[in-house]
């Protein structure tokens, strides 16, 4: 776990930024946040791996639907192969709404006590979370390809959005507005993915075939 938090230092260093979280819902953190600390030890370990647990197995997810996708038709291998592509042009609208709303993380500004992540530095913005907008929108892109994969994913992005909260570097709002962001990111860019189809086809009667193909 991380040292303290150190809020009163942080807050004077923050006044003036377009967003403080700390109105919104800065009681609710604190009280996940204290009820983080009271977790056995082996659960503190786990809710902070997943931080990295969550996209390894999203990313698993992706392969596993550009696997399925080989026997499907071409929309859905188009959609399978722009998963990736779409968590990555999500996670470049999410931080640049993030340079716009420039929200210190919590742990900077409150008296968090011991996080169970280290508290980011001075500049490095809460809102939205990074994690939480990633695996929403993979999963959301996953659901147009295959609707399993797509439910286990939301799964997924849902203990990464509570994840976040617990280890202590972000508002739930963050989250909240994560999941947002995330979802219709991928939902949308998932949808319109599905236009590739053509250029699937033609791969796939190419040399790109065996990776295409069953």
Sequence with gaps: ?????????????????AVDGRPVDGGLYLRMDHWAERLPAPLQHLVAAWSITG?????????????????????????????PLVVTLAFAADTL????????????????????EACPGAGDWSLPSNHTVIVFAGAAALWHVDRRLGALGLLLA?????????????????VLLGAVVGAAAGHLLGLLSGRAAPLVDRARAGGLRRWLTA
């Design 1 to 17: 776990m991380s040292g303290p938090a150190g809020g009163a230092a942080h807050g004077l260093a923050v006044d003036g930024l």
């Design 97 to 116: 709404l993030k340079s716009v709303l420039r929200e210190p993380r919590p742990c900077q500004v409150l008296d968090a006590g011991r996080t169970l």
């Design 158 to 174: 849902a203990v990464m959005g509570l994840a976040r909260v617990l280890v202590g570097v972000h508002y739930p709002h963050d």
């Design 55 to 83: 996209l390894l197995l999203l990313a698993a997810l992706m392969l596993l639907g550009w696997w399925r996708s080989r026997r499907a038709e071409d929309v859905l291998m188009a959609r399978a192969l722009a998963v």
